[in-house]
């Protein structure tokens, strides 16, 4: 990981490049879970827009100059977790998944959310998405109970709600 670079979305950054990791991720990670002519019918550029949001941060994680991994956060936008911060998304391009750069890019995402002033933070993740909920879970995040109904491509899912409770650590001196 010697040549892995973090840091927040710049105006100079190709948003088509970093919407393409967020293609390319779902189309991979959600085989089997979301219908596969939805994961087929993806336009290029999908989130490109959502990537200048001014309600949300942008991370994004670097192999060089290339564009492999990237993470959005903000101020939740659900009522019942107005104090919370919420990360929106971590995806990878599926070469670089199951590697240890997603965890590297979670815990910057909750750095990040930290220096904000949160304290609770949440996500929410597909129930069928077992990889993710395990990976999740090995980083610290605990799945709440809660869940919503979504349907994406026609299909019903059910995301459920993953919490993450920031602790300050107190020195032993």
């Known amino acids: 990981m010697k040549d892995i670079v973090i840091r927040k979305v710049n105006p100079s950054d190709r948003r088509e490049e970093i919407s393409s990791v ?3 991720s779902w189309k991979f990670a959600y085989k089997g879970i979301i219908p596969q002519n939805y994961l087929d019918s993806i336009p290029s550029g999908q989130w490109c827009g959502a990537l200048d949001n001014p309600d949300r941060y942008n991370l994004i994680m670097l192999d060089g100059d290339k564009i492999i991994g990237t993470s959005s956060y903000c101020k939740s936008h659900f009522e019942d977790y107005k104090d919370w911060g919420e990360i929106i998304s971590i995806y990878f ?13 979670l815990e910057q995402a909750v750095e990040e959310l930290k220096a904000m002033g949160f304290k609770k933070l949440f996500l929410w993740v597909l ?3 077992h990889r993710a909920r395990h990976f999740y879970e090995k980083c610290g995040f605990k799945n709440s109970g809660e869940y919503m109904e979504n349907v994406i ?18 020195e032993k001196g």
């Not at 391009?93 to 890019?105: A, D, F, N, Q, T």
């Not at 019903?156 to 107190?170: A, K, M, N, P, S």
């Open 153 to 170: 491509g026609g299909k019903q899912l059910r995301e459920l709600l993953y919490v993450y409770f920031i602790t300050e650590q107190v």
């Open 22 to 24: 967020y293609e390319l």
């Open 93 to 105: 391009l599926p070469e670089y998944m199951g590697k240890g750069y997603g965890k590297c890019l």
């Open 127 to 129: 129930e069928d998405n």
